[in-house]
């Protein structure tokens, strides 16, 4: 099917279409994480406690992991031109609001719906870049994606940076919002349509006991620090809220989220790695970027800048690593990427008003390279032992539990970072519990190969 609907495509439109959804998924990753140097802005500007605001990026990222399980049932029940311009009306929607945002609450709406509509894109990108070009291109495809997926959420920041030097916030959604709809006008008119929709049932109560679970256990995590009977009251019925989610999934013929494939040991295991590596990224990138500007007292363009050697090394790095996974396999690039993750934590564990910001930048950046290392060899190793038919399946899985469990690291490590009296002793402690998402990261990994190797 995939080479039928390859060879009824004009080169031409091909290109096209190519260059809007790489353009598109870029800056809905990149816009991921341009909040992150703006939080301690918008904290000042807008009288919000640092526990509040961090809701522009872990609303942003919780919500991409709960639309993401949809893209499948939308895939079907609706065309893909369709789902590609309601998909980029969407965010140039919420990219508007943003643009017109008056308070916090309209900000984090904006970012929501941008959120919905970014959850939706990533995986759409993958699908019909697979379903467009014939197979013995598709190494190249999925490569070219991949640069994307990792360079968009890596640069986000340090762009902020100088648009917040220069600019203000709100430019962070006006210089978009433009480019979102010219990409929407190009895709009306070059946009080919390949599938036909089905009837395909929505299961709404599914939707709803994701989101509210989800939310639910974030905010208790948020407020536990200052109400904490609410916040643990909240965390408890979170939890239970998502366990009857995950209860539903077992018991549908068509569940929103295939959740059995979890059951497959390779999957479940180099998933839990992905997910430690994914929770010390956008972890780390949301404390670095906070203690430079409230603790160093740079600028947001130079807080920018301490981030940007990182996020170029980890594009670079990115690039190279699916071909050495393919000669090497994943052993050794994990294993050394884990050890780069923890030596590059200790001046981070240690550190004080004074230290350097040169310091704080080169082993910002062996951190990035560790991460690059470990990352996509673990999501290739995640789909060793599954089915062809399933691939989409674990896509959307393991997209969904990736970005979730962020959402937690950064709520989490701000959380912690909050409770002593010095934010100082706060960062030291967050970055502890970044050393042990590593450690655990590895002893996953190590379990991983010896079973693998004791059943050869």
Known sequence: MARNIADTINPKTRLAVSIILLLSTFISLMSQTMMITALPVIQNQMNQSLTTVQWLTTGYTLLIGIVTPLSSNMYDKFSNRSVFLG????????????????????????????ACAGGILMSFQMTTMISIYPPEKRG???????????????????????????????????????????????????????????????????????????????????????????????????????YFFVKRQLNLKQPMLNVRIIKLYSFRMMVLVGICAFMVLLGMEQMV????????????????????????????????????????????????????????AIPFVIISKGTPIWIMTVFYMIRMVGNALVFSPAISESFRGVAPREISHATALNNTLRQVSGAVSVTMLIVISSIPHSFVLGMRISMWVTVVLVLLMLAVFISYIKNRNSRR
């Open 140 to 242: 190249t495809i999925i490569g070219m994606s991949g640069l994307v997926i990792a360079f968009g959420p890596a640069i986000g920041p340090t762009l902020a940076g100088f648009i917040l030097n220069l600019l203000g916030w709100r430019y962070l959604f006006i210089l978009i919002l433009p480019i979102m709809v010219l990409i929407w006008i190009i895709g009306y008119f070059v946009f080919p349509n390949y599938s036909e929709p089905l009837d395909i049932k929505i299961d709404y109560l599914s939707v709803v006991l994701s989101l509210l679970g989800s939310s639910l256990a974030l905010i208790g995590i948020t407020i536990v620090q200052t109400q904490w009977m609410l916040g643990l009251a909240m965390l408890v019925v979170g939890a239970i809220i998502l």
């Open 87 to 114: 998909t980029i009306g969407t965010f140039v929607i919420g990219t508007l609001i943003g643009c017109l945002a008056t308070n916090f609450w309209l900000l984090l709406l904006a970012r929501l719906v941008q």
């Open 289 to 344: 970027s906070i203690y430079a500007q409230n603790v160093s007292h740079v600028s947001s363009m130079t807080a920018g800048m301490i981030l940007l050697p990182g996020a170029i090394a980890n594009a670079l790095t990115a690039s190279v690593v699916g071909r050495a996974y393919d000669q090497y396999g994943a052993k050794w690039l994990v294993i050394s990427g884990g050890i780069l993750m923890l030596i590059s």
